[in-house]
Structures are given as C-alpha cells and as structure tokens.
C-alpha cells in the first residue's frame, strides 16, 4: 500500500512538473470583436485548457474587470451581476483591451485528486500551487487607429502586444513582450486557435528581453498563454506560486 501510494505521488509530480503550461488558466472573449461608437460590448470570461472552450469560470472567481480606452485611461466594471458582463458604451474611437484578474486560489494535488486547499489542510499534499491569473482582449471601436494596448497594467504575469491585434488574420505575425513581476520574463508561449482544442498549434520562446514573434496560422480567435512561477514564500503552506497570463483576439463568441 505505502509502495503504491508513493509510486501515485511520483507519477503527479512528474505531471506537474512535465506540464505546467497544460494547466488550467482563464481568457475572455467578447461577443463582437468590431462595434460602432457608442455601443457596448458582452465580455465573457472562460476557464480550462481547450480553447476557445465552452466553460465559462464562475463569476466569484472573477477578481476584477477593466477596460482600457484607446487614450490609456482604465476604467473599473461593474462584476456584481452574471456574465455576461457589459461594458458601458465604448466611446472612444481606436483599439480598447479588455482586462480580467481571477481570484488568487490554492490547489493541492494528492493520491485521491486535487483540492482547492494548501498543504497544511490536506493529507498527503503531493504539490500545491497558489495561482494568479490575467486574461486580456481587444476590442476595435471605429476606423480610428489609436490604441493603449502596451500599457502595463500591474498583472504580475501580463503579455503586451507590440502591434494592434485587431489588423491581424492569418498568415500575419505578432510581436509581443512577456514581463513578470515588471521586468521581461524568458518563457515558453503557447499559441491556438478556433480549432486547436487541447493542443497549440505552435510553441514559441521569447528572448532575453521578453520578446517573442509568430505567425497566426487557422483561424480566429487566437490565443497566447504565458506562464511563470516562483517558490511559495512558505513552503510548509504551499510549494509554488503560479501564474498565467493570456492574449485573446481575433475573433468573438
């Protein structure tokens, strides 16, 4: 029995360890990627790993919600209700990003499963991750070309376009920087589209400043996770803390 459990303890942290950017993380779509000004926009906020997916993340779990107008002004929303939440009427002609914070949360794998609970309250914690996690789209308002889209908005793990996403289609690339905590973070980037499911359809690394370009390939939506990680400060509560940031655009649900 001990000889089991423990093999079922090394084959989890081989997984965990394997595959952290398979993990959960969530992104938000809007239900139009194009509107006039003046008109308001539904933001959804999905959660899992197969995108674009259909597993919208609880509206509790949902810590905060901004919109960036294309002057770089950030605005609060109102996340009281259900989702979908509506943003007040986009009146600013240019590019808008749509910006979400998920609640920071434990999750402890252990032989019997996972639970959202840190090491301390659980029997036999095999690995436990404090999570802290970003989603950002874009949203076009008009033919005006001003944006904000690279203002640094203090997520912990962000990813800031280095173009306008709402130009792109297929056979386009994008420039973007990863930072973490401010500064560049050297990573691997996930890539998908409409299509991808589980799988990305291209992997990509960024360079020492952060950096990183790829080529959209299928068709939109299409998403970029990032991901980055750091010891728990206390490692008796908790061994990590995880974050995922994610880039959606090109597309709507």
């Known amino acids: 029995m001990c000889f089991d459990r423990f093999r079922r303890s090394a084959v989890l942290i081989a997984l965990f360890l394997a595959a952290p950017l398979a993990a959960h993380q969530p992104w938000v779509l809007t239900d139009r990627e194009e509107v006039a000004t003046g008109q308001a926009v539904d933001v959804q906020v999905y959660f899992g790993h197969v995108f674009p997916g259909h597993e919208l993340i609880d509206a509790e779990r949902v810590a905060a919600v901004q919109t960036v107008d ?17 943003t007040p009427p986009l009146d600013e002609t240019g590019t808008w990003v749509i910006a979400v914070e998920q609640v920071r949360g434990y999750w402890t794998q252990t032989p019997e499963g996972g ?8 029997r036999e ?67 998908f589209h409409a299509d991808s499911g589980e799988e990305p359809y291209s992997t990509v690394e960024t360079d020492a400043g952060g950096r990183a370009v790829f080529g959209l390939e299928g068709a939109g939506p299409w998403m970029a996770v990032a991901h980055a990680e750091r010891p728990y400060p206390d490692p008796e509560v908790c061994d990590v803390e995880s974050f995922h940031a994610t880039l959606t655009f090109g597309g709507s649900r």
């Open 70 to 86: 294309p002057g770089g002004r950030v605005r609060p929303l109102d996340t009281d209700s259900r989702m979908p939440f509506p």
């Open 115 to 122: 639970r959202p609970l840190p090491r301390t309250e659980l």
């Open 125 to 191: 914690p095999v690995h436990c991750s404090y999570s802290g996690n970003s989603a950002k789209t874009v949203v076009r308002v008009g033919a005006d070309e001003r944006h904000a889209i690279d203002r640094p908005l203090g997520h912990r793990l962000e990813i800031l376009p280095g173009d306008d996403p709402t130009n792109l289609e297929a056979g386009d690339r994008l420039t973007i920087e990863v930072r973490f905590d401010g500064q560049p973070h050297v990573g691997s980037v996930l890539l």
